[in-house]
DNA sequence: AACACGGATGTAACCGCTTACAACCGAGGA
DNA sequence: TCCTCGGTTGTAAGCGGTTACATCCGTGTT
């Protein structure tokens, strides 16, 4: 591999000149650049971005952690791909308009992994915390040494920044169109993974919002991982139950795909019989029969912003660390009773 | 942020000595080792990257380009995601149990990215590229200069390690069930982007299959981009033909689940009236009305088999250049005619 | 003609870690 | 007692860029 040196050697010039050429500097005799960048170009000379981060102090790296959930890789390979991927997309499309790239790494939460992000910590400039992979101390210790910016994570807390979606907003605007537009009163709730915040939310907000009304229950059924399969399991529980409620919630879409489909394999008519509704607006979604009715978030935009926070804070940017919460909208379709949409 | 320096000053040791510690080599006293060990903790050294790659010419990163399809956002977030999603979790999957990350990279096919490939390719130890994100001419410079596996990549050419997945195979098998099994004649192919070879693969071999058959004829519509709705795009020609193919086989899944809606919205039964099929075997086709008839890929082996092989050749493996298939699965479902399944 | 000045270029130190080699130390052997 | 030897630790030279500072050179001034 040629280096600058080589470079130098080959134009005639210093290897101030070469780096002064690399990095645009103007105050090199055309001439001269056009001469440094031949040889560049005809060595295929590429800077090493190792030996640039140390002198630099700046390794145009920032890294993205995330839970895998799936311990089964059929699992993993069909249903978990969607949230964190989204987020992936979109950091990573921030980043096209930049030089620094995107280092990533899954894991299940625990002390290996937590090794692993704190090697990691040591190839990037900033870091994106998806959900909770981290306590609390681990993130504040983390965010001590580089900028962090924590995406759908329930720790809010002091001094960190946080991008968010409101899940109880949301949650809250499709218990109202359960129980206020359709009139249901015993209601379910297919709860997700303890370690993932926004589950946490989405059921208390719909537990709490759903008990305002007069002769509102729950009949919540907690546990589930996310996947279809979960959803599955737990239709099959509600089936054990005296009453199966007549609308069913779920924390996720793939759950409510599957709380249906095992609900129309015992016969059960949905929404006729029984509502269910998710939570993510994916694309499974739409597809399914009836159409899914969920709430939509921006997952989107919430890579998005997290992404350019960082980048901020990485420029140096000391103001004040934030939570910033993005909205949900109510996306209604077909499993929650209401009529086919007109439009498609 | 702390140095081997100053851990050695506070351990009382050199720094030779803390690097040895923090590489495990077994020639430092324990009694030495645990008194570095315990300054390491005290404050949270974490060595840097930059300075590791460095002095070791080795940066523990390996990158992975890929082309991102999508142009519509919304597209990208509700469609675009299964491929090579799936590939980089499986990537990661194999990272997991070594010290090395995943660096990311993913852009429209064309001269930017080309670029940002350059540039990414020195910050990593070696490259895996997905489909035909570069020219063949381009592939070949860059393997010059670095380990490089290709996945799903037409550019078999010499030299050059890929994995990939058997198309003509699976479209074959795909072929004699529609036309053998079924016995359909006139059949239709919705094509995809001519940047995947996949899709280019896929088409020919069923081309081929297809016109092997006594009066089989194919009506190809060219040009999809793989997504739901160049699916529906895709029916609304198949639509204006004189005669709508018995059977219409897709270049992937999306497309596939777009024509079906398209079709079943002009009242056309799927596969009453025209069957089809799709390729990919992802998630979204087990739950549509039909369940969609397809050919699986181990798509996650595909990313497996790709980082091992990077991972070896990184290791310094000089064995010669192998091209690596991996062979698909016919899933007979209900969008060819078939009837339901007896299991699930 | 001597001199100041500013633009272009070169010199060399430094970024933080690794490692070849040297140095040291205590134990065992002659 | 002196030497040898193996195990432990230290010294210092890289790794390949960047950049503060020094140097050089041609002009324009006086």
């Known amino acids: 591999m040629p280096t600058v040196y ?25 001439v001269t650049r056009d001469r440094v960048l031949a040889v560049i170009e005809e060595v295929g000379f590429v800077p090493d971005a190792s030996a640039q981060g140390l002198s630099r102090r700046r390794k145009e790296i920032i890294g993205l952690v995330g839970l895998e959930r799936g311990v089964d890789e059929t699992d993993i ?23 620094t790239s995107l280092l ?16 990691l910590s040591g190839k990037v400039d900033g870091l994106l915390v998806v959900e909770d992979v981290l306590a609390p101390a681990q993130l504040r210790a983390l965010a001590r040494r580089l900028p962090v910016v924590a995406i759908a994570a329930s720790a809010a807390g002091a001094g960190l920044d946080v991008v968010r979606v409101d899940n109880p907003a949301g949650m809250r605007e499709l218990t109202n169109h359960l129980t206020g537009h359709h009139g249901y009163r015993r209601l379910g709730f297919v709860g997700g993974p303890r370690d993932a915040p926004d589950a946490v939310e989405r059921l208390s907000a719909f537990s709490s919002a759903a008990r305002t009304v007069s002769g509102g229950t729950v009949d919540v059924v907690p546990g ?18 005296e009453a199966i409620p007549e609308a069913v919630a779920c924390a996720n879409d793939q759950m409510a795909i599957g709380v249906m489909r ?30 899914l009715t ?14 350019a926070r960082l980048l901020e804070r990485i420029e140096g940017s000391t ?14 379709r077909r499993s929650c009773g209401c009529p086919a949409e007109p439009k498609e």
Not at 105 to 117: A, L, M, T, V, W
């Open 6 to 30: 080589d470079v130098a050697r080959l134009a005639g010039v210093s290897t101030a000149t070469v780096s002064r050429v690399m990095r645009g500097s103007d105050l090199v005799r055309p």
């Open 77 to 99: 390979e069909r249903d978990g791909l969607l949230f964190v991927d989204v987020v992936v997309h979109a950091v990573e499309a921030v980043l096209r308009g930049t030089d």
């Open 104 to 119: 990533l790494s899954f894991g299940p939460s625990g002390e290996p992994f937590h090794n692993r992000i704190r090697a």
């Open 224 to 241: 589930g991982d996310f996947s279809e399969a979960s959803g599955r399991t737990a239709a099959r529980v509600l089936l054990g139950r």
């Open 262 to 291: 095992e609900l129309q394999r015992s016969g059960i008519d949905v929404p006729g019989d029984v509502a269910v509704t998710g939570f993510d607006n994916i694309f499974p979604g739409r597809v399914v029969e009836p159409a």
């Open 294 to 307: 969920t709430v939509g978030q921006p997952v989107r935009d919430l890579g998005v912003r997290a992404a």
């Open 319 to 332: 103001e004040p660390a934030r939570a910033e919460t993005l909205p949900t909208e109510l996306v209604i």
